[in-house]
């Protein structure tokens, strides 16, 4: 079974940056396919980013457009950790972010909630106009 932790959420400006960390552990770590989503108050759980990786070999990466150009996603398997660098952070971007796992594995394109099978608590933040 795979455990997620997330950290590193926060309370940001308009036009800062933070970093989140997503740590996994309880399994080989090396291939797990990660996500991040994200909920802001009164909507669903929406998708941001997901990265597929081993080593310095990035098998599958990608972001949502209402993202892309500003956040970066990364891992380091050493660390058993997955990051997401969010930079020129905007109000809409306050929300609860949640680290999402496939512990079935394989590359290919996860961004419906349904993709994943194991959850992180999920981590505030909030960015202030």
């Known amino acids: 079974q795979v455990q997620l932790v997330e950290s590193g959420g926060g309370l940001v400006q308009a036009g800062g940056s933070l970093r989140l960390s997503c740590t996994a552990s309880?399994?080989?770590?090396?291939?797990?396919?990660l996500g991040w989503f994200r909920q802001a108050p009164g909507k669903e759980r929406e998708f941001v980013a997901q990265?597929?990786?081993?080593?310095?070999?990035?098998?599958?990466?990608d972001l949502a457009d209402s993202v892309k150009g500003r956040f970066t996603i990364s891992g380091d398997n050493a660390k058993n950790t997955m990051y997401l660098q969010k930079n020129s952070l905007k109000p809409e971007d306050t929300a609860v972010y949640y680290c999402?796992?496939?512990?079935?594995?394989?590359?290919?394109?996860?961004?419906?909630?349904?993709?994943?099978?194991?959850w992180g608590q999920g981590t505030q933040v909030t960015v202030s106009s």
């Open positions: 990265i597929t990786w081993s080593g310095r070999i990035i098998y599958y990466a």
């Open positions: 999402a796992g496939d512990s079935r594995g394989g590359v290919r394109s996860r961004r419906g909630e349904r993709d994943y099978d194991c």
């Open positions: 309880g399994r080989t770590f090396r291939t797990l396919p």
